[in-house]
């Protein structure tokens, strides 16, 4: 086991050595071109961008464990991107996923609402009702999801997976044992599995299952549609991940250059009367759903007052 943690160690490190060689002679290959390499987007903090996400569950902690100097839930995006472009380092085979190295945009932002993060997020910025800091926090942030092509996922890339783990009959390189954490287990040609941080689990590690074993639950992104289970884990079961497409391509974009030209939508009453009498709840939390329930998540912080006033 020493020895095949070795080799795994090396092999890392060639391969790490390897990716900034390959991109050292892609910028020389650019200069020579000519071809001017495109500006990085400047990132968000994480509690300006946390801030703004809260109340719709895609985030689970208060605004105090978040810092701006830090960019992790910006930094999602990218990380997914790279891993569907094949352009990410393939995991050793058979390797547990607990083995490898926690990816921190997954330890604060639910990986598992990718598909519905588009939609959320144009949610939120339209209205009126959200405060101008952070409606371009969620506006940025839609940007940088489309310009990785993240926002118009294709549903048959994609399952929601249940596996089982048997740590007695394995027999791959790692360990295995480790604290359940966000990580994406990369795969060869595009093919990766996202598993969630502890916080958005959707498989209970242990319990009552038929399958022997632990448990985890996983999105799984397939660019082949085969989705073949890679060891050292056994399928249990797999279901649609993104629903079919309910908006035109490129929406995004036209969102976008609609909302810089005539701003938010003016906040009007009248649907959120409406959705109080087809629902039953009460006329306050009607207009608080209508506004995108922001900051509802955070036990420690109010509603905004610039919110309040305009709902």
């Known amino acids: 086991e020493a020895l095949l943690r070795g080799i795994t160690g090396v092999a890392r490190y060639a391969a790490e050595q390897q990716r900034v060689l390959d991109g ?16 990085p987007r400047p990132a968000l903090g994480d509690r300006l961008l946390a801030s703004a996400l809260n109340g719709v569950g895609l985030t ?9 100097f830090q960019h992790s839930l910006f930094e999602l995006p990218q990380l997914l991107a790279r891993s569907m472009k094949g352009l990410a380092e393939p995991a050793p085979a058979g390797i547990f996923h607990l083995s490898l ?37 969620l506006d940025t942030f839609l940007g940088e999801l489309d310009a990785h092509g993240l926002t118009e996922l294709d549903p048959g890339h994609w399952r929601r997976v249940h596996l089982a783990f048997d740590p007695d009959t394995f027999d791959g390189p790692g360990d295995t044992y480790g604290y359940t954490r966000g990580t994406v287990l990369n795969l060869e040609g595009g093919a990766f599995l996202v598993f969630p941080d502890d916080w958005y689990q959707f498989v209970r590690e242990y319990g009552p299952h038929e399958v022997k074993g632990k448990h985890y639950g996983a999105a799984y992104h397939d660019p082949s549609g085969r989705f073949e289970t890679p060891a050292p884990y056994t399928p249990v079961s797999e279901e649609p991940f993104v629903p079919e497409p309910a ?12 909302l810089a030209e005539r701003g938010p939508v003016p906040w009007r009453p009248e649907p959120a009367e409406e959705f109080s009498r087809l629902t039953g709840v009460t006329p306050t939390t009607a207009r608080l759903v209508l506004a995108g329930m922001p900051q509802t998540d955070d036990k420690r912080a109010s509603v905004p007052s610039a919110t309040l006033k305009v709902i």
């Open 24 to 39: 050292l002679l892609a910028r020389l290959d650019s200069a020579v071109r000519g071809v001017t390499p495109e500006e």
């Open 60 to 68: 689970e902690r208060d605004a105090r464990w978040y810092y701006d």
């Open 101 to 137: 190295a926690k990816q921190e945009p997954l330890e604060h932002l639910n990986g598992l609402a990718l598909p519905e993060l588009p939609a959320v997020l144009a949610l939120r910025a339209a209205s009126e009702a959200t405060v101008e800091e952070h409606r371009q926090a």
């Open 247 to 258: 908006r035109a391509p490129g929406w995004v974009a036209a969102f976008r250059a609609e």
